[in-house]
C-alpha cells in the first residue's frame, strides 16, 4: 500500500479519522468537489444531510476507481458543509457510516477536515467533499 495513517500520541484522540498520513508513489490524483448528484445531474437527496453525505462518497469512489484508485490510496479529505452546527456530527456520521461498507473506508478515515460555509453553488447542496490520494 503506498499510504501509511496513523494519530501521533498527544493529539486528540477518539477522532473518527487519522491525524497523519504518509504517502509514496508517482502518481497524485485530485478529485475535484463531488456533491450529492446522480449520473445524470439529478439532485440526490435534497434537504438530507444523511443522504447527501452518502452520494458524495459515492461519487468520490467513482472519481478515485476512474483513475485507478481507491480509498487506500487517500491521502486527504476536505468535507465542506453548509449551515454546519456540531449537532449535526450524528447526522453527518450517519452518512459515513451507511456507505462504510459498500465502499470499503477506512475506519478511521484518512486525514479530514469538515468545514463549515455559509453556502454552496446551488440552493441544495449541503456537502461537497474533494479528495487528494497517492498511487502508485
Do not use: C
Amino acid at each position: 500500500m503506498s499510504v501509511s495513517r496513523f494519530s501521533p500520541e498527544g493529539l486528540q484522540p477518539h477522532t473518527p479519522y487519522h491525524h497523519v498520513a504518509v504517502s509514496t508513489g508517482t502518481r497524485h490524483i485530485h478529485v475535484s468537489g463531488q456533491i450529492a448528484r446522480a449520473g445524470n445531474g439529478d439532485p440526490v437527496a435534497p434537504d438530507d444531510l444523511t443522504g447527501q453525505v452518502a452520494q458524495v462518497m459515492r461519487n468520490t469512489s467513482r472519481a478515485l476507481a476512474g483513475a485507478g484508485a481507491s480509498f487506500d490510496d487517500v491521502v486527504r479529505l476536505t468535507f465542506y458543509v453548509t449551515a454546519w452546527a456540531p449537532e449535526k456530527i450524528e447526522e453527518f456520521m450517519a452518512g459515513i457510516d451507511s456507505v462504510s461498507d459498500e465502499l470499503r473506508l477506512p475506519s478511521p478515515l484518512p486525514p479530514s477536515s469538515l468545514i463549515g460555509v455559509d453556502y454552496l453553488f446551488e440552493p441544495d447542496v449541503l456537502v461537497e467533499v474533494e479528495a487528494i490520494a497517492i498511487a502508485e
